[in-house]
Nanobody
């Protein structure tokens, strides 16, 4: 089963930026729709953004629109999430998985085994 590995998280001050990366665990020639999700302490996991493989169309949760940008590397094997104007409400563990875009952007659709370790994003002064 193809899995994805998240990286790029860290501690950033409010108003700062981070770029998260999502890379396939093994080389693949296939392009997949990839979704970013996040889970804050004490909250349910929620969909953040996704990108489709065919036309590159994207979707964003209302809470991150105009601040986050999802993109795919030219080779297609890495998906990025550029996060700007971060605020403390963005603090969460961020995950990326293969997910229909946007129809698959509901975390409850997925079995617990699909989630990787994620990458921690902490926004704090």
């Amino acid at each position: 089963q193809l899995r994805f590995v998240e990286s790029g998280g860290g501690l950033v001050q409010p108003g700062g930026s981070l770029r998260l990366s999502c890379a396939a665990s093994e080389w693949t020639s296939d392009f997949y729709a990839i979704g970013w999700f996040r889970q804050a302490p004490g909250k349910e996991r929620e969909g953040v953004s996704c990108i489709s493989p065919s036309d590159g169309s994207t979707w964003y949760a209302d809470s991150v629109k105009a601040r986050f940008t999802i993109s795919r590397a030219n080779a297609g094997d890495t998906v990025y999430l550029q996060m700007n104007s971060l605020n403390p409400e963005d603090t969460a563990v961020y995950y990326c998985i293969r997910a229909g875009c946007p129809e698959g952007m509901t975390a409850s659709l997925f079995d617990s085994t699909v989630w990787g370790q994620g990458t921690q994003v902490t926004v704090s002064s």
